[in-house]
């Protein structure tokens, strides 16, 4: 069997030539994850028969042994898969169940497709489409064309990736009607529209959850500014506490140093104005208009104001 080819450098079809809409039946595909919810309308041959339990439980099938299959869930997690390495393991597990690859190609206008049809649901806008189809060689005789399809999607900034499989089985005593069983199965490909009920719904959903996200920003971001301004305001505590301590701490010290120096507060009671004075004497005198002028004495009986000298003027402190 053949590799797995990268996809970048596999066979790439630009157009589906031959491709006609007549003698389709609408088959609904349904969303399990909502209700089981009619999601989306595709299109098969009339005569197949769709949503009948069996044990294939495959979504249609008909009196030749074909039959569509339908995986929606082969993956579906954060950040972004690599789509080689996706192939590569999946072509491992494949193997292990005795299927193998013939080969694997792109069509680019399915992805277009996919894409334009997706952009009606809110949360798949802005997506990514890669879709490789390829053929494969079953157990028991049967042939296989699958469409592995990767749907990468920003998804408000925490990136997705979404898989999902398509495939349409066949015996392979019909493979001199490959074409027409291809054709058929890109019909399917490119026929899916949303149920315009579920695109509501969905985009309602969507919606609901962008409102609740800025919600629960908004009040993220009002409990950091609470938090940041509870901070800044313990700080400033904090630096006013300092400041209070220091300011006491120096009043003490000078205090302390007064002491040392018997070094005491007086007030001229003329002007209200203060001054540090030192020792304890009975008189202390000071001249307002040189307040380096100062005279201090035990004597009663001085007075500094008997002088003839111009502007000395002493006025006693209290």
Known sequence: MKKLYSFFSILIVFGIPGLSYSNYQIVTIKDIHINNMNSEYRKVPNDFKCHVRNKENELCYNSKGIRYIFNPDLYFGQGYINVNQYLTYLEG?????????????????????????DSRLLFRQSERVITVIADLKLPNDRLSIAAIVFKFLPNNGSPVTDISGYSVEFPESLVRKYERIKNDFFIFMMSGQYDANYVQVVNARHSQFLANLRAREGRFYESQSRTHQSNMKALDDSYNAYRQRSERSDQSHNAFIDSIHERRQMTDSSTGQKY?????????YVNPNNINQQIQTNDHLLDPNINNNVGEYYQELE
């Open 93 to 117: 597990e494949l193997n292990n169940r005795g299927t193998f690859l013939i080969k694997s190609y792109e069509i680019p206008k399915i992805n277009q497709y996919i894409t334009q049809e």
């Open 276 to 284: 540090n004075v030192d020792g304890y004497y009975d008189h202390n």
